[in-house]
């Protein structure tokens, strides 16, 4: 999608945030329902795939992600991101939190672990080399690039090109500013092709 194109979407999601968000900090039920219509099935699949596939922490972190998002609406301006990206950006902290607890009970998950079932999907997705993708399988790519991209290089790359954020969306959700974040996206993709340039 062209970068115009991309400003473009992000302005008009905009003007039904602040409408959402209104009704949020009235109370009205229909805005918490959207809420939960719009952002529940994205957040779930963000908070499932951080934590390699555990259903129920994902489930139990979304339904707290919406409820802090719901009681925590005053905090929200919509001339910095998204309500989407805000959303996410609290979606973010309940994972942090959760592999904190892990650390603490010696159960730590891997950060940069795909489910296999969406292996192929991010590969193709993230379009990081077009020729090596004909030739390499698609578990291999993705398994060699969490190896040599560093936690913060995959989720930026999963943030950008798996879940459709900008520049400035990334940088909001990983709070960073948005010059850090594009650096570290441009520094991820340069390691992306040059490992997958080596493999070829």
């Excluded at 004909?134 to 798996?162: G, I, N, P, T």
């Amino acid at each position: 999608m062209a970068e115009s194109e991309t400003s473009a979407s992000i302005a008009e999601s905009r003007g039904d945030d602040g409408h959402l968000a209104a009704g949020l900090r009235a109370g009205e039920r229909w805005a918490h329902a959207e809420l939960c219509r719009r952002l529940g099935p994205p957040v779930h699949r963000f908070i499932w795939n951080r934590l390699s596939g555990d259903e129920q922490t994902a489930e139990d972190l979304m339904i707290q992600t919406l409820a802090d998002a719901a009681r925590n609406i005053g905090h929200y301006d919509e001339r910095k991101a998204s309500l989407r990206a805000w959303v996410f950006g609290i979606a973010r902290r309940q994972i942090l939190l959760e592999r904190r607890r892990r650390a603490r009970r010696k159960a730590v998950p891997e950060e940069a672990k795909v489910p296999l079932s969406q292996v192929s999907e991010m590969a193709a997705q993230l379009n990081l080399a077009d020729s090596a993708a004909a030739r390499l399988d698609a578990r291999r790519q993705v398994a060699e690039l969490a190896a040599c991209l560093s936690d913060a290089e995959m989720e930026a790359l999963k943030l950008h090109h798996v879940y459709g954020f900008s520049v400035e969306e990334v940088a909001h959700i990983t709070g960073r500013s948005r010059r850090a974040a594009d650096s570290l996206l441009h520094r991820a993709r340069q390691k992306a092709r040059e490992r997958l340039a080596r493999d070829e």
